[in-house]
C-alpha cells in the first residue's frame, strides 16, 4: 500500500496479557518511530529504528515494553504484563531517511489498546 | 530539549471566520516546526513545516503558518473555516539534527458551527 498500515487497529486485553502491536512502513523507508498517545493528550515519543538498529528506546516507559525491528521493514512493539495505564493509542510513523532534514513523517492509523 | 505549548484545549469558530491557532515553543538549538491534522480515528496528517527557510509557510488544505523567533511562535492559522477543519490539531517541534524525533503539543480541537 502507499501508506503506512497498524494491525490490530483495536485491541482489548486482560491486565496480565502480553500484546503485540505491528506496524508496516512505507516501502523502502529506513527510519520508524513509535509514539504513544494517552487519551486527550498529545503523542509521546517510545523508540526510533533506523533499518534494522534500535538507536533510541529512551521513550519505553518500562521494561515490559518491547520493540523490533528484525529485517529493517516490519516492526513490532510488544507489552507484555499489560496494565491498564498501558491504554492509549499507539503510533507508527515512517520516514524516508536516516536522518530527516526536511523530510515528513509518515503516520499510520493506530492502533487503540484498552486494557481492562 | 525542545517543548510546545499550545494554548487553548478547543476553540470554537463559525463557518467561514478565521482560524488561529496558538503555539509557543521552547528549543535550545534552532528548531524545526511542524502542524499535524488528526480526524477521528485517523493517524496524524502534516498540514506544513518550516525548517529554516520562509518564515511564512503555506500548507494544505488553505491553512498557513508564520514563524516568530523573537516570540517564539509558530501559530496556524487559516482565513475561512469550513465544516470538514473540524478536527485536532497538533503542534510538534523537533531539533534539525540527529533523528528528530517529534515532540508534540497537547493539541487544539477545532469545532465549527454552521
Known amino acids: 500500500g502507499a501508506g503506512v498500515s497498524q494491525s490490530p487497529r483495536y485491541k482489548v486485553a486482560k491486565r496480565g496479557q502480553d500484546v503485540a502491536l505491528r506496524c508496516d512502513p512505507i516501502s523502502g523507508h529506513v527510519s520508524l518511530f513509535w509514539y504513544q498517545q494517552a487519551l486527550g493528550q498529545g503523542p509521546e515519543f517510545l523508540t526510533y529504528?533506523?533499518?534494522?538498529?534500535?538507536?533510541?528506546k529512551s521513550g519505553l516507559p518500562s521494561d515490559r515494553f518491547f520493540a523490533e525491528r528484525p529485517e529493517g521493514s516490519v516492526s513490532t512493539l510488544k507489552i507484555q504484563r499489560t496494565q491498564q495505564e498501558d491504554s492509549a493509542v499507539y503510533l507508527c510513523?515512517?520516514?524516508?531517511?536516516?536522518?530527516?532534514?526536511?523530510?515528513?513523517?509518515?503516520f499510520g492509523p493506530g492502533t487503540r489498546l484498552l486494557v481492562l | 530539549a525542545q517543548s510546545v505549548t499550545q494554548l487553548g484545549s478547543h476553540v470554537s469558530v463559525s463557518e467561514g471566520a478565521l482560524v488561529l491557532l496558538r503555539c509557543n515553543y521552547s528549543s535550545s538549538v534552532p528548531p524545526y516546526l511542524f502542524w499535524y491534522v488528526q480526524y477521528p480515528n485517523q493517524g496524524l496528517q502534516l498540514l506544513l513545516k518550516y525548517t529554516s527557510a520562509a518564515t511564512l509557510v503555506k500548507g494544505i488544505n488553505g491553512f498557513e503558518a508564520e514563524f516568530k523567533k523573537s516570540e517564539t511562535s509558530f501559530h496556524l492559522t487559516k482565513p475561512s473555516a469550513h465544516m470538514s477543519d473540524a478536527a485536532e490539531y497538533f503542534c510538534?517541534?523537533?531539533?534539525?539534527?540527529?533523528?528528530?524525533?517529534?515532540?508534540f503539543g497537547t493539541g487544539t480541537r477545532l469545532l465549527v458551527s454552521p
Open positions: 510513523a515512517s520516514r524516508a531517511s536516516g536522518r530527516g532534514g526536511q523530510e515528513t513523517q509518515y
Open positions: 529504528f533506523q533499518n534494522e538498529a534500535q538507536l533510541d
Open positions: 510538534a517541534v523537533s531539533a534539525p539534527t540527529g533523528f528528530q524525533k517529534l515532540v
